[in-house]
Nanobody
Framework: QVQLVESGGGLVQAGGSLRLSCAAS????????MGWFRQAPGKGREFVAS????????DYADSVKGRFTISRDNAKATVYLQMNSLKPEDTAVYYC?????????????????WGQGTQVAVPS
C-alpha cells in the first residue's frame, strides 16, 4: 500500500510558476513509476507527466512539454512537478499517482495508487 499526499497548489497569474510536490509513504517509493494527472471542471482526468522508477526516463503531454518538468527524489520519497509559463487552460485539480510497472505510463489504468489532488488556478 502507498499513500500519496500532494501539496503546492494555489492561485497564480498567467505566465507564473508553481511547484507541486507529492510525498509518498508506505511501500518502497523507489520501485514505482510516478505520474501527474489533472482534471479540469467538467472534463475527464488527463495525463500530464510521468517519470520512471529511477528518474532516468520521463514523458510529457504535448500541452505541457517545454513548460513543465517532472522530477523525483527517492531518498525523500517525493515527486515534483515544476510548472512554468502557466496558462489559464492549466487550471485543474492535479493528482499524483504511483505505478508498480516501473516505466513511464500515460494511461490512468497503469496506476495503482492515487492522491487526493491539489487545486491549481490560473485566472484569465
Amino acid at each position: 500500500q502507498v499513500q500519496l499526499v500532494e501539496s503546492g497548489g494555489g492561485l497564480v497569474q498567467a505566465g507564473g510558476s508553481l511547484r507541486l510536490s507529492c510525498a509518498a509513504s508506505g511501500r518502497s517509493f523507489s520501485t514505482y513509476a510516478m505520474g501527474w494527472f489533472r482534471q479540469a471542471p467538467g472534463k475527464g482526468r488527463e495525463f500530464v507527466a510521468s517519470i520512471s522508477w529511477d528518474g532516468g526516463n520521463s514523458d510529457y503531454a504535448d500541452s505541457v512539454k517545454g513548460r513543465f518538468t517532472i522530477s523525483r527524489d527517492n531518498a525523500k520519497a517525493t515527486v515534483y512537478l515544476q510548472m512554468n509559463s502557466l496558462k489559464p487552460e492549466d487550471t485543474a485539480v492535479y493528482y499524483c499517482a504511483a505505478s508498480s510497472r516501473l516505466l513511464t505510463q500515460r494511461s490512468l489504468a497503469g496506476y495503482d495508487y492515487w492522491g487526493q489532488g491539489t487545486q491549481v488556478a490560473v485566472p484569465s
